[in-house]
């Protein structure tokens, strides 16, 4: 069985800052999927960025990085220069590399991007 | 072409009534996906079609929960004598094939509410 844990409820940014939110998660698989989608208010679960187990170097898009910890089974996202229109859910997913495509979510963090 | 579309958007029934909610994936997607969210919670699996073809089931999905996609393309997914733990957004994603890590592209979710 797969597991993901995303420990902080909620965390507050202030507008151009950096923030970090944490993910751990467990799986048997050697090979997998990562992903982080954010949630807006209201709005449709969009991905932000993915990251593919094998792959050691950490994805990057734009504004948005993770820290990609194999061994440790530690998947963080960075936001960079953090804008309101960052504001959301935010959450963290896992999905086998083959055999299924279902996706496993954490709780998710609650971000608030403070002007 | 813009997304997954569900309908209705919200839906307000008494416990005991059937409901059926309908999924649109992007035209080109041949694998759709449904997830329940509670409120509070990450996404949980519902089930998984490629084409017509129901490939993967949750022990979620209950013998009262009925899921169908019979030319491939749209979807519906039914409930039958709905309970008020039924309450919850149900949301529809499509994808495309072949891929590793491709993108599950979400829908805006049905909101149920069982009274």
């Known amino acids: 069985a797969q597991t993901v844990t995303q420990s902080q409820p909620e965390m507050s940014v202030q507008e151009a800052e950096t923030v970090t939110l944490s993910c751990t998660y467990d799986t048997s698989e050697n090979n997998y999927y990562l992903f982080w989608y954010k949630q807006p208010p209201s709005r449709q679960m969009i991905l932000v960025i993915r990251?593919?187990?094998?792959?050691?170097q950490n994805a990057t898009e734009n504004r948005f990085s993770v820290n990609f910890q194999k061994a440790a089974k530690s998947f963080s996202l960075k936001i960079s220069d953090s804008q309101l229109g960052d504001t959301a859910m935010y959450f963290c997913a896992l999905r086998p590399g083959a055999g299924s495509y279902q996706l496993t979510f954490g709780k998710g963090t609650k971000l608030s991007v403070i002007p | 072409d813009t997304g997954v579309s569900q309908d209705p958007r919200h839906k307000i029934t008494k416990r005991g009534q059937n409901v059926t909610f309908r999924c649109d994936p992007i035209?080109?997607?041949?694998?759709l996906y449904w997830y329940r969210q509670t409120l509070g919670q990450g996404p949980e699996f519902l089930t998984y079609f490629q084409n017509e073809a129901q490939l993967e089931k949750s022990r979620l999905l209950s013998d009262r929960f009925s899921a169908e996609r019979p030319k491939g393309s749209f979807s519906t997914l039914e409930i039958q004598r709905t309970e008020q733990g039924d309450s919850a957004m149900y949301l529809c994603a499509s994808s495309d094939s072949p891929g590793t890590a491709n993108e599950q592209f979400f829908g805006p979710g049905t909101r149920l509410t069982v009274l």
């Open positions: 990251q593919e187990a094998y792959k050691q």
């Open positions: 035209s080109e997607h041949n694998r």
